[in-house]
């Protein structure tokens, strides 16, 4: 265990995910000194006492060892009534975390990828220096200076904050807005999986029923959208292609019957699992109007899938998108991840090369995310995180394969407790990147979430945002639509 404690209640968050990211197999508490009692059967192997002196214009911090060495570190600041923006070089928040990280990297001879950031969305910082007039050197500059970013990962960013700017042009007058739909089903929940998702064995008589509550929220928000530019649709999940044919017919009937698609540039449906994926479901998808799906192997190793709980071989990922370039889908996603349990640098390599011989439009390559609400976080209290730890080398290997298909970088995501430190990066050809992932996240336009534990987003003047989200528990969801309007229509009126 490691133990932080602080002179004030402040970046409990920041001090946690940093320390994290340097002892990925340690507990990590941090509070303010003397409100905690640390029981005593505690073996902790490293105290840091901080002293956030911003009035002062300096951050303090002591580093004790479990043999009782110790170092101490100080670090100048700007005074917090001076930090007049969250990215400021020399704001106390910024400074501490370099501090940490300091004395972290000494202690552990570890660097970090990302450096100190800590938030899901680096290209954000990028994106933001580049429309405000920073030319690429000004913004790698920065990204290094403010927070310790590797080459690598700042070339990365900027990259990609280029692309974004491009593939959002159009899309940020204000006028424009995404509509998502979730599909809570699967046919069987993955290990590592932490969103609500429910086995379609269990729900099989009430797919109907949630999908006529669905029906209601569309009647309902419809109408408040009326004059807005429909820009993306996605049906997520879950695995939509869970639903039989005549059910994802009706759904994609009611979208484009009740929302103006005309200006729509894409319509995407994630079939994700190739278990539920079937050529009657793949032509009424075509039909319909679909423009993009996703068949996610996450691994080529068939090893690796049983030990994961994806009840599919290696065999059915191929046949399925086969079916799915048969069928006429010219944009197809495939996602994997990297980290999986048992799985090397090799099993990773046999992986690309399976997947640069079916030659998807795009891939999104996951670093694998040990997540609360998943079965393998029980797993990992239990054993330990031997046997799963992303690699640079796998990351090398994901990136050359799949700038060898054509494929490159246009959106980044980073997650908590991430494996290696990295990241999750979507590479695309030129004329088949999904817009709907660069709006989420980038934020710059409203999104519409219908369906249960679906979350919405309202882009303010100002950019300020706010979020409402449906219930995550599925019978809960259908009984509040059944007695009630949609909450989404008081959130969006």
Request: include cysteine.
């Amino acid at each position: 265990m490691i133990i932080v404690n602080t002179d004030r209640e402040k970046y409990f968050y920041d001090i946690h995910s940093l320390v994290k990211s340097f002892y990925p197999e340690e507990d990590v508490l941090v509070f303010v000194k003397n409100s905690q009692t640390v029981p005593e059967d505690s073996k902790v192997i490293l105290t840091i006492d901080i002293l956030l002196k911003w009035d002062e214009g300096h951050i303090d911090a002591t580093f004790i060892k479990e043999n009782g060495d110790t170092r101490s570190l100080s670090k100048t600041c700007i005074k917090e009534s001076e930090t007049d923006s969250a990215d400021m070089t020399d704001s106390p928040k910024n400074v501490l975390k370099r501090l940490l990280y300091e004395a972290l990297f000494e202690e552990t001879k570890r660097s970090l990828p990302w450096g100190t950031l800590t938030g899901i969305r680096p290209v954000k910082i990028a994106m933001h220096r580049l429309l405000s007039g920073d030319d690429d050197n000004a913004i790698k500059d920065y990204m290094k200076k403010t927070y310790i970013c590797s080459d690598e990962k700042t070339d990365l960013s900027v990259e990609i904050a280029h692309r974004e700017n491009r593939l959002l042009e159009g899309t940020t007058d204000g006028n424009g807005y995404s509509l998502y739909i979730n599909i809570p089903f699967c046919p069987t929940r993955c290990a590592y999986c932490s969103f609500m998702s429910s086995p379609i064995g269990l729900w099989k008589g009430q797919v109907d029923k949630y999908l006529d509550c669905v029906k209601k929220e569309i009647d309902q928000t419809a109408p408040l959208f009326k004059g807005k530019r429909l820009d993306s649709v996605y049906v997520g999940g879950g695995t939509p292609t869970t639903l039989e044919p005549y059910q994802l017919e009706k759904l994609i009937s009611w979208i484009k019957d009740s929302y103006d698609m005309s200006s729509a540039r894409e319509f995407t449906i994630e079939s994700g699992r190739p278990d539920s994926i079937t050529m009657d479901k793949l032509i009424t998808m075509k039909k319909g109007g679909v423009t993009r799906i996703s068949v996610n192997p996450q691994t080529m190793r068939d090893r690796t899938l049983e030990l994961i709980g994806r009840h599919h071989s290696v065999k059915q990922t191929v046949d399925a998108f086969n079916m799915a370039r048969e069928a006429g889908f010219d944009h197809i996603n495939m996602d994997i991840i990297l980290g999986l349990p048992g799985e090397e640098l090799s099993d990773v390599e046999y992986t690309m090369n399976e997947i640069q011989k079916l030659r998807p439009d795009e891939l999104t390559v996951h670093s694998l995310a040990i997540k609360r609400a998943s079965r393998l976080y029980d797993y990992v209290a239990d054993h330990g995180l031997a046997g799963m730890d992303t690699t640079s080398n796998m990351m090398k290997v994901a990136e050359e394969g799949a700038r060898k298909m054509g494929l490159s970088p246009y959106y980044l995501y980073r997650q908590k407790n991430i494996s290696g430190n990295f990241e999750n990066t979507g590479y695309g050809l030129e004329d088949k990147m999904c817009l709907y992932n660069i709006i989420t996240m980038e934020e710059t336009q409203s999104i519409l979430a219908l369906g249960s534990g679906s979350v919405s987003k309202r882009i303010f003047e100002g950019h300020r945002i706010e979020r409402k989200g449906n219930p995550k528990d599925v019978k809960l969801y259908m009984e509040n639509m059944e007695k009630n309007p949609s909450p989404m229509m008081e959130f969006f009126k």
